[in-house]
């Protein structure tokens, strides 16, 4: 087994939740984009037993903020892709390839611009990472 699906996640300023994919929510620091249906499993079991009945698990586009990147209480510390600061629910969509590279992107610009400003992560204004996402070629409208 390369990976598990239910792993850690980190705890950030900011927990996406499934309520969040559910309506679709924007966020002021939106740095990536999430499509992708929701797709929990029971993790009891190695079956591919769905939490939910399958007509509840579409879920429109959403935006993820920069603050489910940022770990709670660490000085300096970003957790993108598959750890990202969400609930079971909201990561069983976000954890696609696709996301996750965006998260990744996203992470990697803050901690760039962390460096170049010398400041920790959680002084950076999200705004400023979304914006240069988009420079990027990144797409975060809905």
Known sequence: MLSRREGRRAVGEYILTVDDLRAGRRFEDAVALGVFYLDGHDPGNDKRTYILPKDQLAVPPYQIPFRSLIVKG????L???????????ALSSARVMTTCAMTGQAAGIGAALAFEENCTVGKLDGRRIGALVRQNGGVLDL
């Open 79 to 89: 957790a993108a892709g598959r750890v990202l600061s969400a609930d079971q629910l």
């Open 74 to 77: 660490a000085c300096n510390l």
